[in-house]
């Protein structure tokens, strides 16, 4: 026998890398259960669905042994060992994989599936970051090792187990074999193994067919006949009225009014409940905050991977849109970044008139306290309301303004966290919870701070918005993006499940409806009222999703509503008193309980899929509504094709800030075209990118054009009123130009916006020389590319 053929595996060795594979995966297993029991989710570990799991990772682990079986034969017989370290290099990444899927899903209790697809770099990066990211790279290097180190534990553990098998074929049937056993096994997500739910949902997601075959060009073109439903429980007055959205993260109906599941933890929205129009039943479109001002503000179609996702937005309507034509100052705040989910290309799209986000609160305000990682979402919710009631407001301009709150969200952390926490253990000591929801509390105590903080938060929203011009004329609306996602659902219907509340000053009585309604329902029935008492501007014809919220005070389902669980996830139909979720039928009753249905799931699947097939349509092709009936016709940035090409060829595309670096690079060579390209070609994607704007003025004035730089350095201050660098550029254009009052005016302005005055107190210091001594100027391009250096003669 020679030294190669001393050297290589046989299958044996392989038989103990699937064997070792496989007790990895009940490893797995076992801390995802436990994990899940600590945290109140399940109420026992060693349970029939832990060992439903147990069959399925057996599954997994004999069509990945399947798969390997083939390769690993062929490597050793080319090259000794080499099928052997293949074998074992794959598979412990598998189980890298599945323990970073696992403990995605022990967070947000909703496996990792083809909604991967819809987000994109920076937003992965964003949320990684912001739920402590450090920490989460050292657990991840931790947890490596650990797999690595169990794996290799395991195959020695095996050594001398199966030495018996030394044939191919007998064992790839019995793999075979055991795959096909699983298939007959009815797996839910909990069960599943996560990295085959993560290829199948994968796979189903880019290979379905959603062709459109209709001869109607615009599917979803009506006339606005919803009714007006709301009319009759306002005293609307002789002006239009003010339009306030208070979209709360994660407010979930569970947490929320009478008999709630965890209630108890909003005292503030339960009262205002019921002195509002309530609807105790109302759905959002999409299981996550990324589709909530399409659904809310537009009763748009999700598209792919939800409507703000899309490359290039087709024509819409929205209540943005159509108030703004009708005379409404239109504005958005929010404590975090507005290019998250590409709010902010959504909003420019609209033309909205003001935008707050995390770079305009200036030094006056706290942000949230950054988490282990050391980073922060951004301000909390009491700030945002601060800075909001800050901000001038014209008396005779109605106005329609949005909130998104963000301290419900991960790694929620409210202010005055302990005191907090404190009434949260009150509460539990006073509350009729039961032991398994009095568990989820205790485990989940700092969520359930961040609510009682929020809570509190919209109170003083409330109480600082009667101080405001026409707060007798004001109708505000609340309701969540989605329901919270840490703590347990019911079902599969829960994580839509939120309240609405419209409350006013004007508001004739309170009632609660009981009848199911959703985020679709909200735009057309606002414009239904706001049209039939003002007779507003309206297009002659409209594509809403939804129609008129149900006012019945009972419970009923009567509606046709799509849910996108996830991006890329369009799995849920109700229609009528009917569920149609991941394959099977339930009937809905009126505590939003789901029971198998028997009949009709033929029926709801086939309306889910026409319904993906138009939606797929009209989102893709610029089939919502013709350019005849829009109010702000979609304008994209156009580019030739040497323009792109040349776009191309120094930028990918995906990350913005390496984009900004090229351009600053190409302005440093006196490319002043090209870094101009290149600085459009990313505004266009994501326009709130500051340093990409603020680059672009400074370029502007060294090409000699002051008054373009001036403007476009003016838009930087306002989109962003406490960067320093738009100031520290714009004091450099001042002193170039000579414009000593322009630059004494915007000290006092960076002073009262900017938390960073003091990097740029030469320039100050050179503005207020240069206001008392007149003396002639020329300026230079700095040699060390970091800034515009200048020189006095």
């Known amino acids: 026998m020679n030294t190669s053929q001393l050297d290589s595996y046989s299958l044996k060795h392989y038989t103990r890398l699937i064997l070792s594979f496989f007790g990895c995966l009940v490893v797995l297993s076992i801390f995802q259960y436990t994990t899940l029991y600590v945290k109140g989710v399940v109420d026992s570990i060693l349970s029939t669905s832990f060992f439903i799991a147990l069959v399925h990772q057996l599954g997994f682990a004999a069509v990945t042994g399947l798969v390997l079986a083939f390769p690993f034969n062929f490597w050793e017989n080319w090259r000794p060992r080499y099928g052997f370290n293949l074998a074992f290099v794959l598979l412990v990444l598998l189980l890298i994989v599945e323990a970073m899927l696992i403990s995605y899903y022990c967070t947000t209790l909703v496996p990792l599936g083809s909604d991967l697809l819809g987000y994109s770099y920076a937003d992965i990066k964003t949320t ?42 007998p064992f ?45 060009e615009y599917p979803l073109i009506k006339r606005p006949q919803s009714e007006n439903v709301l009319g ?36 503030f929205l339960d009262s205002l409940s019921t002195k509002s129009l309530y609807w105790e039943n109302c759905l959002s479109n999409t299981g996550r905050t990324f589709g909530v001002l399409p659904s809310l503000l537009g009763s748009l179609p999700f598209g792919k991977s939800g409507f703000m996702e899309l490359e290039e937005f087709p024509n819409k309507l929205t209540l943005y849109s159509i108030l703004k034509n009708n005379g409404y100052h239109t504005s ?60 001038p407001r014209e008396k005779e301009q109605p106005r329609l303004e949005v909130y998104m709150t963000i301290s419900t ?101 309170a009632r609660k409806m009981s009848a199911i309604s959703s985020h679709f329902d909200v735009t057309p029935s606002i414009l239904a009222m706001l049209n039939s008492a003002y007779e507003l501007k309206m297009p002659k014809k409209v594509a809403w999703m939804g129609n008129a919220l149900d006012m019945n005070e009972k419970f009923r389902s009567i509606k046709e509503i799509p849910l996108m669980r996830n991006k890329n996830e369009l799995k849920e ?42 939606n797929a349509y009209v989102t893709t092709s610029n089939k919502i509504i013709p350019d005849s009936l829009a109010i702000f016709s979609v ?36 490319e002043y075209d090209r870094a101009l390209l290149v600085c459009r070609y990313i505004l266009s994607d994501v326009p709130s990118h500051i340093d990409t704007k603020i680059l672009m003025g ?64 030469d320039k100050i210091k050179r503005a207020r020389k240069q206001a008392g001594i007149k003396q002639k100027t020329v300026f230079v391009r700095s040699t060390s590319k970091k800034d515009i250096a200048y020189s006095s003669h």
């Not at 402590?132 to 991840?140: D, K, V």
């Not at 919710?381 to 901000?391: C, G, H, Q």
């Not at 991960?410 to 032991?435: A, C, L, T």
């Not at 009095?438 to 989940?444: D, F, L, R």
Request: with cysteine; glycine share 6%.
């Open 128 to 169: 990684i970051s912001n739920s402590g990211g450090l920490q989460t790279s050292i657990y991840l290097v931790i947890g490596v090792v650990i797999i690595t180190v169990l794996f290799y534990t395991f195959y020695k553990v095996t050594s001398k187990v199966y030495h018996r098998i030394s044939k191919m074929y």
């Open 172 to 216: 790839t049937i019995i793999l075979f074999s055991l795959f096909v056993a699983t298939l007959f096994t009815d797996g839910k997500p909990i069960n599943q193994n996560k990295t085959q739910y993560l290829a199948i949902n994968v796979y189903n997601s880019t290979t379905e067919d959603n062709s459109y075959d209709s001869t109607v």
């Open 232 to 267: 009759d429980y306002f005293e609307l007055k002789e002006e239009k009225p003010n339009i306030v959205f208070i979209m709360v993260e994660g407010l979930g109906r569970d947490f929320i009014g009478e008999g709630a599941e965890y209630g108890g933890f909003t005292p």
């Open 332 to 391: 958005f705040y929010q404590g975090t970044n507005s290019s998250f989910d590409n709010v902010d290309k959504f909003l420019k799209s609209e033309n909205v008139d003001f935008v707050l986000d995390k770079s305009g609160f200036g030094n006056k305000y706290k942000q949230q306290e950054k988490d282990a990682a050391g980073s922060s979402w951004g301000y909390p919710d009491k700030e945002l309301f601060k800075k909001s009631m800050s901000l």
């Open 409 to 509: 969200h991960e790694p929620f952390i409210p202010p005055n966290q302990d005191f907090y926490e404190e009434k949260v253990e009150k509460i539990v000591r006073k509350g009729n919870y039961d032991s398994r929801k009095k568990k989820v509390i205790e485990k989940n105590d700092n969520v359930f701070a961040t609510l009682l903080y929020t809570d509190d938060a919209i109170k003083w929203a409330l109480e600082a918005y009667k101080k405001q011009p026409r707060y007798d004329n004001t109708i505000f609306i609340i309701t969540g993006d989605h329901r919270l996602i840490p703590i347990p659902q019911r079902n599969n219907l829960s994580r839509f499940h939120v309240p609405l509340i419209m409350y006013s000053p004007m508001l004739k009585s």
């Open 573 to 614: 139909y109700i229609s009528g008193g009917q569920l149609f979720s991941d394959g099977d039928a339930f009937e809905i009753n009126e505590n939003m309980d789901l029971s198998s249905s028997f009949t009709g799931e033929s029926k709801l699947e086939k309306k889910l899929e026409g319904f993906k097939a138009m």
């Open 635 to 670: 304008q994209k940035e156009r580019f030739t094709e040497s323009e792109i090409i040349f776009v191309n060829s120094v930028y990918n595309g995906k990350d913005s800030d390496k984009g900004y670096l090229t351009a600053r690079d190409l302005a440093f060579n006196r």
């Open 698 to 761: 400074r370029i502007n004035v060294w090409r000699g054009d002051y008054e373009k730089s001036i403007e476009i350095l003016k838009e930087c201050i306002k989109m962003n009123p406490n960067y320093i660098d738009s100031y520290s550029a714009l004091f450099d254009v001042y002193f170039w130009s000579g414009r000593t009052k322009e630059a004494l005016r915007l000290i006092e302005e960076v002073q009262e916006n900017s938390s960073g005055v003091n990097e740029i107190k």
